[in-house]
């Protein structure tokens, strides 16, 4: 059975060919650029092969036939004919309220999409456009929706809402929802299976350390908190994002620096994070060199900011739940960066998370057991594959 699993963004869809029978991927890519000069679509074969197609891709619709094209393309493609594909599963940012799990999509749930726009602005329009590209390109199609969001509804009311006046809730749903849902869900239950252990009586931190990041806490197989809000910017230190702040530094600088809405928003979610503290970059390996280079003072300063954030999470969490059974790292960053993982875990013995550094040094971006024999709490690092469990969800639709 083969499902076809679309992340369409602003100016970009990125796509993936799964044969759910074995959950082999048999074709991916990205169509980037869309609307923009040089628009072009890449190919990924299952054999590694990259093939590049340069052509004028003016919106997604455009962008979506090409891609079903290719993958049905006697010299490129992975299936004979787009009869072959069963299902289309997207990746949907922001689903409010409404929505709490995956859902099939209908005229109905496309209408309470639109309703979420106002959430996810810049988001959401585009997962829209992607499903409205395929109903029109193939009317039977059976489409999924999967939210960033959904994950993250069972946190308790105590959890998700800010100390702000009660009706600008009821006005406008303001409120915490968090993100990277489907990451976090993915990574607790593949550590669970792994381990082992009863996924809906355990005790799991997850942390998603990517450009993005957010940690979440899942208690009994479900979440219960995570560090993102309203929107991606609270939280974990991020690439670009500042993470948890005052907010009277945000009116302080609006009126100090003259800046409007827009050019605080730029602020606070492009220019700050490790890129802001540092000058030189939000990407990890980056700062990395800088430091193994120049000894930069300031990279130096901005990891440690970024492993003190985590852990704060890690030991709030803890106390949130009672207890923690499980410490997942993934994305990235908590996928690759051994010193990162390592400056997060120290000096976390007394709660219980004795990592093992010399084990530590050998993993990158793959699944494996990181904590000591006598470590109350199993560490892991567990690659998310985001892509896999929409696939998933949305065969759980045809059967
Ligand atoms: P996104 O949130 O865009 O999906 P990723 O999860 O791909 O981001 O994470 C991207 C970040 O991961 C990069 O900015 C980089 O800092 C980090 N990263 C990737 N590979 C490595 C590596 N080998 N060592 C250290 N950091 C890495």
């Given at each position: 059975?083969?499902?076809l699993?679309?992340?369409?963004?602003?100016?970009?869809?990125k796509?993936?060919?799964?044969?759910?029978?074995?959950?082999t991927?048999?074709?991916?890519?990205?169509?980037?650029?869309?609307?923009?000069?040089?628009?072009?679509?890449?190919?990924?074969?299952?054999n590694g092969?990259?093939?590049i197609f340069?052509?004028?891709?003016?919106?997604?619709?455009i962008g979506i036939?090409?891609?079903?094209g290719v993958?049905?393309?006697?010299?490129?493609?992975?299936?004979?004919?787009l009869?072959?594909?069963?299902?289309?599963?997207?990746?949907v940012?922001?689903?409010?309220?409404?929505?709490?799990s995956?859902v099939?999509i209908?005229?109905?749930?496309?209408?309470?999409m639109e309703?979420?726009?106002?959430?996810?602005?810049?988001?959401?329009?585009p997962?829209?456009?992607g499903?409205?590209a395929?109903?029109?390109?193939?009317p039977?199609?059976?489409q999924?929706g999967v939210?960033?969001?959904?994950?993250?509804q069972?946190?308790?009311?105590y959890a998700?809402m800010?100390g702000?006046?009660?009706s600008?809730?009821?006005?406008?749903?303001?409120r915490r929802?968090?993100?990277?849902?489907?990451?976090?869900?993915?990574?607790?239950?593949?550590a669970?299976?792994?381990l082992?252990i009863?996924?809906?009586s355990?005790?799991?931190i997850?942390?998603?350390?990517?450009?993005?990041?957010?940690?979440?806490?899942?208690?009994?197989?479900?979440?219960?908190d995570?560090s993102?809000?309203?929107?991606?910017?609270?939280?974990?230190?991020?690439?670009?994002?500042a993470?948890?702040?005052d907010?009277g530094?945000?009116?302080?600088?609006?009126e100090k620096?003259?800046?409007g809405?827009?050019?605080?928003?730029?602020l606070?979610?492009k220019?700050?994070?490790?890129?802001?503290?540092?000058?030189?970059?939000?990407?990890?390996?980056?700062?990395?060199?800088?430091?193994?280079?120049?000894?930069?003072?300031?990279?130096?300063?901005?990891?440690?900011m970024?492993?003190?954030?985590?852990?704060?999470y890690?030991?709030a969490y803890t106390?949130?739940?009672?207890?923690?059974d499980?410490l997942v790292f993934?994305?990235?960053i908590?996928?690759n960066?051994?010193?990162c993982?390592q400056?997060?875990?120290?000096?976390?013995?007394?709660l219980?998370?004795?990592?093992?550094?010399?084990?530590?040094?050998?993993?990158?971006a793959?699944e494996a057991?990181l904590?000591k024999p006598?470590?109350?709490v199993k560490?892991?690092?567990?690659?998310?594959?985001?892509?896999?469990?929409?696939?998933?969800?949305?065969?759980?639709?045809?059967q």
């Open positions: 059975m083969k499902i699993v679309l992340n369409c963004g602003s100016s970009s869809i796509f993936q060919m799964f044969d759910m029978t074995d959950q991927v048999l074709s991916k890519g990205v169509v980037e650029k869309i609307g923009l000069n040089g628009s072009f679509l890449k190919l990924v074969k299952q092969d990259e093939v340069e052509g004028e891709i003016l919106d997604h619709k036939e090409y891609v079903l993958l049905s393309s006697k010299k490129h493609g992975c299936v004979a004919n009869n072959e594909i069963s299902a289309v599963g997207h990746r940012v922001h689903g409010g309220e409404k929505f709490n995956s099939l209908t005229d109905e749930v496309v209408a309470k309703e979420c726009i106002d959430l996810a602005p810049l988001h959401n329009p997962n829209l456009k499903i409205e395929i109903k029109e390109i193939l039977n199609m059976i999924v939210f960033d969001t959904a994950f993250h069972t946190m308790p009311k998700y800010y702000i006046p009660y600008l809730y009821q006005k406008y749903g303001i929802y968090g993100f990277h849902g489907t990451s976090h869900r993915y990574v607790s239950r593949k669970c299976s792994l082992g009863d996924y809906n355990s005790k799991i997850t942390c998603h350390l990517g450009n993005g990041a957010s940690i979440a806490a899942i208690k009994n197989g479900v979440s219960v995570t993102m809000g309203f929107t991606p910017v609270e939280g974990l230190l991020m690439g670009t994002r993470g948890d702040l907010i530094v945000v009116t302080y600088l609006m620096e003259k800046l809405v827009e050019t605080a928003s730029t606070f979610n220019h700050s994070g490790m890129l802001g503290l540092t000058g030189i970059s939000s990407d990890f390996r980056d700062l990395r060199k800088s430091v193994a280079e120049d000894n930069n003072e300031l990279s130096k300063m901005a990891f440690e970024y492993f003190y954030r985590v852990k704060k890690i030991g106390a949130a739940m009672n207890g923690c499980v993934t994305g990235g908590g996928e960066d051994v010193m993982r400056g997060i875990c120290s000096e976390m013995e007394w219980g998370f004795d990592l093992d550094n010399e084990l530590n040094s050998t993993i990158r793959e057991l904590s006598t470590s109350k560490i892991m690092v567990i690659p998310t594959n985001e892509e896999l469990m929409i696939a998933e969800d949305t065969l759980s639709f045809l």
